[in-house]
């Protein structure tokens, strides 16, 4: 599959250029979330008029002119299921991408299927077969093989006559107001989850007293911070359940927090002493600032 390899910030540049003069870009990208604080960015495939090109955001050590394009151009942005895309895009730029249109989403609006893999989609749109063989690579590893690039630009080369048909049965229903509404309410809650804490959500919470919850915040925060310093997964830290109970026993002494069972696992036997910080200075936050 002929396409361009950018690996240079110049050649990265030169593409941007390039995308910058098209007036529809589609985009999709290889990343790996499972040992990692934040899903860690690993490739690009963008395809748009006659330009087909892998970016190495490795190579290319920053590729926030890429997302810049995407937030501030003027060009439709085709990408399937972009939830990590939206990530990224406000991870580099802290904006939205502009003129976003995601099939998936679509698809649901026009009755085919939701949520529809880009593989069926592909299949019920286009007629044709995505690969397989590259579902478990460690995008990660370079160089990367012809197969590997190639399954990843197969993720590109349908989207803008999937765009064409998709956009016409909107267009037919009369539905482009509540594809863009959706839209924008996609990215606002992918931006609120990156900016938001979220210590509410953790598993087990619900009924926790106000000061349970404040103790709760407190580990919360502190289980966050060690996570990004050592970017790990914050529950590979920190157990929920194990931040639950802490709660509820609300204890800052530090052999109580020791004596907790599943609190003595070797990874967490450093950490009594700050857990029991934390719990100490949820006790010091006024009745009347609990959640």
Request: with cysteine.
């Amino acid at each position: 599959m002929k396409h361009q390899t950018i690996d240079t910030p110049e050649k990265l540049a030169e593409c941007c250029a390039r995308l910058a003069q098209c007036d529809l870009i589609g985009f999709d990208t290889e990343f790996v979330s499972e040992d990692c604080y934040r899903p860690e960015l690993c490739l690009i495939q963008v395809a748009a008029g006659d330009l087909l090109a892998v970016i190495d955001p490795y190579a290319c050590e920053d590729t926030t002119p890429f997302w810049n394009l995407l937030c501030d151009g003027s060009a439709t942005v085709v990408a399937h299921a972009a939830r990590e895309e939206i990530r990224f895009a406000y991870r580099f730029t802290a904006k939205p991408i502009s003129n976003l249109f995601d099939t998936q989403l679509t698809a649901g609006f026009v009755g085919i299927e939701y949520p529809a893999s880009l593989g069926t989609l592909v299949q019920r749109l286009v007629g044709e077969s995505l690969p397989k063989g590259e579902t478990r690579t460690d995008w990660r590893r370079r160089p990367l093989s012809n197969d590997q690039i190639r399954y990843a630009l197969t993720d590109v080369t349908n989207l803008e006559r999937m765009h064409r048909d998709l956009i016409d049965r909107i267009r037919q229903r009369d539905r482009e107001s509540w594809l863009q509404e959706e839209t924008d309410r996609l990215q606002d809650k992918v931006i609120q989850a990156e900016t938001q804490e979220r210590w509410q959500r953790v598993s087990g919470s619900s009924g926790l007293k106000p000061r349970q919850m404040e103790i709760l915040r407190h580990i919360w925060r502190w289980r966050e911070s060690v996570a990004q310093q050592r970017d790990r997964i914050p529950k590979r830290i920190l157990r929920d359940d194990l931040m639950v109970e802490l709660a509820k026993r609300g204890s800052s002494d530090v052999s109580k927090v020791r004596g907790i069972r599943g609190m003595e696992r070797r990874g967490l036997q450093q950490h009594h002493e700050d857990i029991a910080a934390a719990i100490q200075a949820a006790w010091q936050v006024d009745d009347a600032n609990l959640p």
